[in-house]
């Protein structure tokens, strides 16, 4: 029989065991926290930001682009042709699509502005890791991770000490190009190099000249003009016109320019000197301008390769009116009471003044001349029967007389090849150029901000593609007795086999004999 101690006793571990049981017996929970999803405004900002959103947006515009160079524009010189020739759904089709003026199209511009918006928030979402290449260098790292770079090497040496080792790797640094920095830490010194370091912005200076371009673009497509202004010699304009068609609708518009142009001479240089004025036998034609404004006067030429810029205002030689004119006239003049024929030349709308005081002004040119209703008239624009219209004032005075010149013998007694002032006139030669000059006008707002930003992406890339940041490290460890164990490794982003080649280069300055480098690639 138990005392009541014991019982007590017996009685209290039961209770405890039976309360440890208990405990085993009880689960905790595992609490997970709740997953928040991200709001609608950073999944679109995500989105935005993403490279390859980015790279989508690029395939449409250039596509947007392609279509725009393979379907004519409306505002392109024969387009009311080429529209009529298009079939019922085609016309449809392009007009629903805005395939016929795509540059200004709403979601051209918008393909411009969302590509705009993705390189800007890429770079700003990017920019921060890749300056830390710049603000924040790793200048040590362990031997173990040195082995696994890129390009590595491990081998022993043996000199006067740690400094005078690390003094030498940092040359042997500096006769590859990379800027070296030596640093200690315990045992153990650290040799780190690079070169390059800058391009790990280049895709930012890319982006910089993209958006350039594209701003360019953009000013030139809302706010650009194009017009056409024909000229001939004595003519002024202070306006473009441009023929706008609206599909089925042609109109003219003319826009003014802040400035007078005064054509004062135009000139065609043939191939064939005895051939027609078409385009397949020109060879230049230039256009003479004087530009006129609250700024001054100043003289321009307008070539076919060679366009002439002011103001902001772009002038090209677009076609010309291609009515047979002389630029100057070579003249045979036979006194009428005898005597020693007189030559003189003559530019178009000048004059000359003969020894006896005979004036002769070039009045007009006909190149295939006529007469109807007792008018001179060109039968059409070939130089069939060529003749130039004189005005001829004698010496004493009084209204000048009509008088003509032809190339070609006149029949002897014929009445349009009478005496005038007292003299006989035959065009002996003649400088064959148009009636008019037809200019192109344009007004291009973007155009410097374009070329700019072209220039600048043609060196961005050049430099991103072929120059490379390349970082090697080197820890020097001592073993004791004077030897030491060297680990080099490192790094590029770009051009690794380039890099390989320095890389070995390096090594074998340091050790002064070939070395064999580990390729980790």
């Known amino acids: 029989m138990r005392s009541p101690n014991e019982c007590y006793n017996s009685d209290l571990q039961k209770l405890m065991s039976a309360i440890e049981e208990s405990k085993s017996e009880i689960r905790v929970p595992k609490v997970t926290p709740a997953r928040v999803s991200p709001s609608i ?49 085609q016309k449809l089709l392009g007009s629903a699509l805005g395939f016929f003026d795509i540059y200004h199209v709403w979601y051209f ?16 979402d990017r920019f921060p890791k890749a300056w830390t290449y710049i603000s924040r260098k790793k200048l040590d790292a362990s031997a173990t991770w040195l082995r696994g770079q890129e390009q590595s090497a491990t081998f022993e040496m043996r000199d006067a000490g740690r400094d005078v080792l690390a003094g030498k790797i940092a040359a042997a640094y500096r006769t590859q190009g990379f800027k070296p ?46 017009g056409q202004m024909p000229l001939k010699p004595g003519m002024t304009s202070n306006e473009m016109s441009e023929t706008v068609f609206n599909l089925d609708q042609l109109t003219q518009a003319t826009t003014p320019i802040p400035f007078d142009v005064t054509c004062t001479d135009i000139e065609q240089k043939l191939l064939k000197k005895e051939g027609p004025i078409t385009a397949d036998n020109t060879l230049d034609w230039l256009t003479r301008i004087k530009i006129k404004d609250e700024y001054g006067e100043r003289d321009a030429v307008v070539q076919l390769n060679r366009p002439y810029d002011y103001r902001g205002y772009r002038f090209f030689q677009a076609s010309f009116i291609a009515n047979g004119k002389a630029r100057n006239i070579k003249l ?18 000048g004059s000359t003044l003969l020894p006896d005081g005979t004036k002769i002004d070039y009045a007009d040119f006909y190149a295939d001349f006529s007469m109807a209703g007792g008018k001179p008239q060109t039968q059409s624009g070939e130089y069939n029967n060529p003749a130039a219209r004189l005005a001829v004032t004698p010496p004493t005075g009084g209204q000048p007389q009509r008088a003509f010149a032809f190339a070609t013998a006149l029949p002897e007694g014929a009445p349009i090849g009478a005496p005038i002032a007292g003299y006989k ?52 460890e001592e073993r004791g007795d004077g030897e030491y164990e060297v680990v080099i490794g490192g790094n590029t982003n770009r051009n690794a086999l380039g890099f390989g080649e320095r890389f070995k280069r390096l090594v074998s300055v340091i050790t002064g004999k070939p070395q064999e480098v580990s390729d980790n690639e």
């Open 425 to 476: 006139f035959k065009l002996a030669e003649y400088e064959k150029v148009p009636d008019a000059h037809i200019l192109s006008v344009q007004k291009d707002p973007g155009s410097s901000i374009f070329y700019l930003g072209g220039g600048l992406l043609g060196l961005t890339l050049s430099a991103v593609f072929f120059f490379s940041h390349q970082r090697v490290w080197t820890l020097v």
């Open 109 to 124: 511009n918008a393909l411009m502005m969302v590509l705009s918006l993705n390189i800007v928030l890429a770079s700003i």
């Open 41 to 89: 405004l950073t999944r679109v900002l995500n989105l935005l930001s993403s490279v390859k959103f980015g790279v989508a947006m690029l395939v449409l515009l250039v596509i947007a682009s392609m279509i725009g160079m393979l379907v004519m524009q409306q505002n392109v010189e024969g387009f009311d042709k080429y529209y009529a020739e298009l079939t019922p759904s």
């Open 332 to 349: 045979e003049l036979t006194p009428e009471k005898g005597g020693a024929p007189l030559t003189v030349s003559i530019p178009r709308d």
């Open 181 to 226: 920095t030596v640093t200690e830490k315990g045992a153990r010194t650290f040799v780190f190099g690079e070169r390059g370091a800058w391009n790990r912005l280049g895709a930012y200076a890319v982006h910089v000249a993209l958006l350039t371009i594209f701003t360019g673009g953009f000013l030139t497509a809302q706010f650009g003009r194009t």
